[in-house]
């Protein structure tokens, strides 16, 4: 492709300016990064508090993040962040260590059974569900895998697999089938607890691309990474080392694709281009766009979990001493409690602890914002660490998917047949997985199959 094209990419999130990274690598100087808010890093989120930064969104990754590890090298930084640990509470706020066979004796038979099947799992990934771990969807319901392995390298690989068409499936289902239905007691704590959805909702593809066997092992190891500055302090530096930096307070009221451009008008004035790139939610693209049938389409049937954050200070005698998993709590019925709480600074007690709850369920009542709240500021009270001060709320637009009738019905081939089609392109989190990682991978690998 002409070098020299203008490009405009909506959404200056870890995809969007991982657009323009990856575009600036292959020789592209001509991009504009769009920006409604304003500030970057989308929901990497990091504000200050008491000279320290918090997270507010994403907050860690693990050492395979390889597309994190670009932007990085890029700018030449490195995850340097406070270690993440963690313990157990149950629902009643009383401490336990339900992975420890030493504290839990009768459970021995139970744990062992658990080891054997999350050793079967890790097989079943090699073997019959081989090539489930790319980045992307493509391919999947039709049983073909397509795209670039998950390594350093990313070689380019594709074949064959009718077996990836379980993907579809929810993924208790696919468990089920497996004969491993109790692996969703690892895979919880990395799953629903940041916010994902319920396994009995979910497809088992957006589960096992993200908690892929290696990301998943390195979750229960603790072999994780953070950032001193936050996860938004990523996204801050390398918006500072493109070329064009994002337009912030960019307010978009129409895009009008015709005659082999694209007219985009921000604040008032009407810009053309010759591609776009879209990282912000697709769902809403319709709103703005003059987005055709087929767009409209698809991007109707995509969902999206309602996850709120909340940071509070506590009394001095009420800090937690470290961050807890409330596993009762990230079962379907109990949607609207805490399930995570999460002390990121150890050595400060004046820092924000953030809360983590889902407020929303197919097929049940979405809980009303206020409400989820005060049941949350009710179980930090059973946790024994409660609140005295909230100093900040977030309710995400949060893991936009769809799911498993449409996946089956091979959503993902049909979005990725349209790219290019309007002068078009889709990326960020729909296209991949609610993840930095995923994300900024499918705006290299658009970047490489498109540019
Ligand atoms: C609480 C929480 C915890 C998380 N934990 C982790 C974690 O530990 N590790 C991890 O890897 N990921 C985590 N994530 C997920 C990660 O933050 C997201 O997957 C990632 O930020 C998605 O990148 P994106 O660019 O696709 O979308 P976003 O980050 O949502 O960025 C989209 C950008 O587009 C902008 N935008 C939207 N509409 C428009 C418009 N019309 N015009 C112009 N701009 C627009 C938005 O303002 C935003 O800046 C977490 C997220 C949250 C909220």
Not at 309 to 317: G, I, Q, S, W, Y
């Amino acid at each position: 492709m002409d070098t020299s094209m203008k490009i405009c990419i909506i959404g200056a999130g870890p995809a969007g300016l991982s657009a323009g990274m990856y575009l600036e690598k292959k020789g592209y100087r001509n991009y504009t990064i769009l920006e409604a808010r304003d500030h970057v890093g989308g929901k990497c989120s990091s504000p200050e508090y008491n000279g320290r930064r918090y997270e507010m969104g994403a907050i860690m990754g693990v050492p395979n993040y390889y597309a994190v590890n670009d932007v990085e090298e890029f700018c030449g930084f490195t995850h340097d962040g406070p270690s993440l640990i963690r313990k157990y509470k149950d629902m009643n706020g009383n401490e336990i260590d339900p992975f420890n066979p030493k504290k839990n004796v009768t459970r021995i038979p139970h744990l062992l059974a658990l080891k054997k099947q999350v050793k079967k799992l890790g097989e079943l990934l090699e073997t019959k569900y081989k090539g489930y771990d790319l980045n992307g969807h493509r391919g999947v319901a039709e049983g073909r895998y397509d795209g670039f392995a998950q390594t350093p390298a990313r070689e380019r690989v594709s074949g064959e697999n009718e077996n990836l068409k379980d993907l579809a499936l929810p993924f208790s289902r696919f468990c089920r089938l497996n004969g491993i239905e109790d692996v969703q007691e690892i895979w919880v704590g990395p799953y629903t607890s940041f916010g994902y959805g319920y396994f009995d909702d979910i497809p088992a593809a957006y589960v096992l691309k993200y908690l892929d066997f290696k990301t998943a092992m390195n979750f229960f190891k603790l072999n994780l990474t953070t950032w001193k500055d936050g996860t938004q302090s990523i996204w801050e530096r390398l918006d500072a080392k493109l070329t064009n930096h994002a337009r912030l307070n960019s307010h978009i009221t129409s895009v009008e694709r015709k005659d082999g451009k694209v007219y985009v008008t921000v604040n008032g004035e009407t810009e053309e281009y010759d591609r776009l790139i879209v990282t912000s939610p697709l769902q809403y693209f319709p709103d703005y766009a003059d987005a055709r049938d087929d767009e409209k389409e698809y991007f109707s049937k995509i969902d999206y979990e309602r996850y709120d954050v909340m940071a509070f200070l506590t009394k001095p005698e009420d800090h937690p001493d470290i961050s807890y998993y409330i596993f009762e709590n990230m079962q379907p019925e109990r949607y609207g409690h805490l399930m995570v709480y999460y002390r990121r600074w150890r050595d400060d007690i004046n820092q924000p602890i953030t809360t983590y709850a889902l407020r929303n369920r197919p097929g049940h009542p979405e809980i009303p914002y206020d409400n989820c709240k005060a049941t949350v500021l009710h179980d930090l009270e059973v946790m024994h660490n409660p609140a005295d001060e909230v100093i900040r709320e977030e309710d995400w637009y949060y893991f936009p998917h769809i799911y498993s009738d449409d996946y089956a019905a091979g959503w993902y081939d049909k979005v990725e047949a349209m790219q290019g089609k309007y002068n078009t392109y889709y990326a960020g989190e729909i296209m991949s997985f609610g993840d930095m990682d995923e994300t900024a991978e499918y705006s290299r690998e658009l970047v490489e199959r498109f540019f």
